[in-house]
């Protein structure tokens, strides 16, 4: 079969995979960037930096190594025992940031249309189930349909936030730690793109196309770290107690219609989701091949049910979580090269 995804469909791909709940919604950007005040943009500056490095290099060895899933990846990282262990661990982190996902939409519905929270999260755990057996397809298509909307309209609210004045706070910063915090962003998004790579460059054939990709992506994701830091800390008192707290802003910023930053912060979480999602029918066509799409179906819905939990306490603990193991897998498997190397 013809490899047919291009540079914009692979860049808006991994876009997508990054721009979840937690970026979204801006509780992720305070967390690892806000609070480090005049630093904010330096550290976001290296965060792509970093993340320029991982793709690139991990689109490259997936296509010379021609690595067609995530478990072949880790093993080849890791060695066999350390890979299958980390591909269990990679895809319970997978199902949390699920559960991420489903309670941000609960948490999203019930504050624009009181919705009850178990409702918004069954809505989105039905659209995700469904479309993740479009495979790697369906998750570029809503990524090539959404993605721009949720650009234009951060760039239209840093526009108009030029003639709406501050709402500012005090806010106590740091000035050390902010690179380590830029690779622990990274980290901690690895999870969902050593899912995501491996599947998009089996339907990759040019390493160009892919570079072009990840550039883009690039692109799109330092143009949405910066506007959004500069907004969170611009009307940092309108959001300084909530779980969502670009929404408040975008509805102070857009008060005729409150609920269209709504809309697409529903679209980015669902995009994440659908790439987590992937990730575990994927993982279970290769450990249950005869019940692949029941595990799903009960993975999906066990997450729903672990959403009704805080949005706001499952973002600040997953993510560095996922950070720091990802990272400390990175370390070992470069270990483990240099031994060999060594060895040889």
């Known amino acids: 079969m013809e490899k047919k995804l291009t540079a914009r469909a692979i860049g808006l791909t991994l876009t997508g995979a990054v721009i979840g709940a937690?970026?979204?919604?801006?509780?992720?950007?305070?967390?690892?960037f806000v609070r480090y005040g005049e630093f904010a943009g330096y550290s976001a500056i290296m965060s792509i930096v970093f993340f320029v490095g991982f793709c690139g290099w991990l689109t490259t060895y997936c296509q010379r190594r021609r690595v067609n899933s995530l478990a072949h990846l880790l093993a080849l990282m890791g060695g066999k025992?350390?890979?299958?262990?980390?591909?269990?661990?990679?895809?319970?982190?997978?199902?949390?940031?699920?559960?991420?996902?489903?309670a941000g939409s609960a948490t999203l519905l019930a504050q624009l249309w009181h919705w009850p929270r178990l409702v918004g999260a069954v809505l989105t755990a039905l659209v995700v189930y469904f479309v993740s057996h479009k495979q790697v397809t369906g998750l570029t298509v809503a990524n090539e349909l959404l993605l721009p909307m949720l650009l234009f309209l951060v760039l239209f609210f840093l526009l108009r936030s030029t003639s709406v004045p501050a709402q500012g706070l005090l806010l106590a910063t740091?000035?050390?730690?902010?690179?380590?915090?830029?690779?622990?962003?990274?980290?901690?998004?690895?999870?969902?793109?050593?899912a995501t790579i491996p599947a998009l460059m089996v339907e990759t054939a040019n390493p160009r196309v892919s570079w072009q990709g990840v550039l883009l992506a690039a692109g799109l994701l330092l143009c949405l770290l910066l506007t959004n830091i500069f907004l969170l800390k611009k009307y940092a008192a309108l959001c300084a107690e909530?779980?969502?707290?670009?929404?408040?802003?975008?509805?102070?910023?857009?008060?005729?219609l409150p609920w269209v930053y709504?809309?697409?912060l529903f679209i980015a979480l669902i995009t994440t989701a659908f790439a987590n999602a992937l990730s575990l029918n994927q993982y279970f066509e290769q450990v249950l091949p005869h019940s692949a799409n029941r595990a799903l179906l009960v993975a999906v819905f066990a997450a729903t049910?672990?959403?009704?939990?805080?949005?706001?306490?499952?973002v600040a603990v997953l993510y560095p979580l996922t950070g720091y193991l990802c990272l400390a897998f990175y370390i070992i498997s470069g270990c483990r090269w240099l031994i060999s190397f060594d060895s040889r």
């Not at 049910?305 to 499952?314: D, K, N």
């Open 22 to 32: 937690g970026f979204a919604s801006g509780q992720e950007i305070r967390h690892f």
């Open 81 to 102: 025992r350390l890979g299958a262990f980390f591909l269990h661990l990679l895809n319970l982190f997978m199902w949390f940031g699920l559960t991420v996902m489903l």
């Open 174 to 194: 740091k000035e050390k730690g902010w690179l380590w915090s830029a690779l622990l962003y990274l980290g901690s998004n690895s999870a969902i793109l050593l």
């Open 242 to 256: 909530v779980d969502l707290p670009l929404l408040p802003i975008a509805q102070h910023l857009l008060p005729q």
């Open 262 to 264: 709504g809309l697409v």
């Open 305 to 314: 049910y672990v959403a009704q939990q805080g949005f706001g306490r499952l």
